[in-house]
């Protein structure tokens, strides 16, 4: 490369200094060393700024940041808890831990139904109600399939722009691209550390479809189902399944010629539930409808959330479901860790290949390439503990 600096800048910036534009070219360097010969190829290069690097915060200061809701600091938890990296999972877990006697205070609102209901504007018009009522609100996104599609609602912190500014709110978008697996322990954590930090009304929304709604559904204590109007046979592509675990049916975008419609549609699905067996033992699923974009039906929703708090806490159904849940957060700790022990296993990563490649050419039989890798891995994890054991 030349180091003449006019063939360092691109055809689109301007030949002469420009204040409006807002680019400098700089040279960039490939390396500082050579790593083959060793020599130094830009000797320049030493009196380069050195990127201060960022201090690590501990256990300590995380837990008090949270305690105190301070948001920065709980952003920083909630990465700490999507990290991948095994020192940060040990961490992570020991900041839950000293946090946990804060949680369970909150009232878990999951919210799910078809791409374009509407759900991020009600949680947006929803929150801010509640914000502007004293409530401190977190609106959390849940995405099991976020490796897959590259993350989603990007766009929805700019979407929801007046809770984003309520000082009361805490708005985190589902984890991007690059959060493997674990999806749901992530989610289910990340919204105990909203509780520790005092958010009294926790709304999650399922994004993408497919497993996210029996996720959410079994992490959150009401589930709500927004459906838009034109129900007709097809049920808009909503499965009876997801319907039946919801406590309520709220019919969204429910304003301006579309109200009528909607009023038909709110029917149609209350007749609908009174043959599906209803979600939560002791509480009627009913249909509701509600414009997000007018606000209007909102604070009756509310009401039915305090309700369905007020009936399933003295029927003791409330208390059941979160000793469920919380044991069903131990199960799926457990798959995931005995799933990273197995991928992550040196063994068992040298061998995969070629394992794949003698089940893809039919030289082995799936189950028989399983057996094989589990035994492998078996003996692995025995000779492992067996060296530890002679250690000393
Ligand atoms: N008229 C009307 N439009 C609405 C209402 N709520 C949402 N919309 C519009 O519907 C569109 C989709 O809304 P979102 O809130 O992004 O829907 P969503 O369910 O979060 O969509 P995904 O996250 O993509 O699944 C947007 O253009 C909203 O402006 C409403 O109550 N009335
Ligand atoms: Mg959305």
Not at 111 to 124: D, L, N, Q, R, Y
Request: with cysteine.
């Amino acid at each position: 490369m030349s180091k003449n600096d006019d063939d360092l800048r691109p055809s689109w910036v301007p030949e002469e200094p420009n204040p409006e534009f807002a680019c400098s070219v700089v040279r960039g360097i490939d390396s500082a060393v050579n790593s083959v010969t060793g020599a130094k190829e830009y000797p320049d290069a030493v009196h380069l700024r050195k990127v201060p690097l960022r201090k690590k915060m501990s256990i300590e200061e995380y837990v008090e940041g949270v305690a105190k809701g301070d948001r920065m600091i709980l952003s920083k938890a909630i990465t700490l808890i999507e990290s991948n990296a095994p020192k940060d999972f040990d961490k992570a877990q020991r900041v839950l831990q000293a946090l946990l006697p804060r949680t369970g205070h909150a009232l878990r609102v999951g919210i799910t139904g078809v791409p374009g209901a509407g759900k991020s504007s009600f949680i947006e018009s929803f929150g801010t109600m509640l914000c502007q009522q004293g409530y401190k609100v977190a609106a959390l996104a849940v995405d099991p399939t976020s490796t897959i599609t590259g993350g989603s609602i990007l766009g929805d912190k700019t979407r929801m722009q007046n809770l984003s500014r309520e000082p009361n709110c805490f708005i985190r978008p589902s984890p991007s691209k690059g959060t493997l697996g674990g999806v749901t322990r992530k989610s289910r954590e990340t919204m105990l550390l909203c509780e520790a930090a005092g958010y009294d009304v926790i709304l999650v929304e399922t994004v993408g479809v497919g497993q996210s709604e029996t996720t959410v559904r079994d992490m959150v204590d009401f589930f709500m189902l927004v459906v838009l109007t034109g129900a007709g046979d097809d049920l808009q592509g909503i499965k009876k399944g997801i319907m039946e675990l919801a406590d309520a049916i709220v019919v969204n975008k429910a304003d301006g010629d579309n109200l009528e419609r909607a009023k038909v549609t709110q029917g149609e699905y209350e007749r609908m539930v009174e043959f599906i067996r209803p979600a939560t033992e002791g509480w009627q699923t009913h249909a509701y409808r509600c414009s997000a974009l007018k606000k209007t039906g909102l604070l009756e929703l509310w009401a039915v959330m305090r309700e369905f708090e007020k009936v399933t806490k003295k029927s003791g159904v409330f208390e059941n479901r979160r000793q469920r849940q919380t044991l069903s957060w131990v199960h799926s700790m457990i798959e995931e860790h005995l799933h990273n022990l197995f991928f992550e296993d040196p063994i068992i990563k040298s061998r995969m290949p070629e394992v794949r490649a003698a089940v893809l050419t039919g030289v082995v039989s799936p189950s028989q390439a399983v057996t094989e890798l589990i035994r492998i891995f078996d003996m692995d994890r025995a000779s492992a503990r067996h060296l530890e054991e002679t250690k000393y």
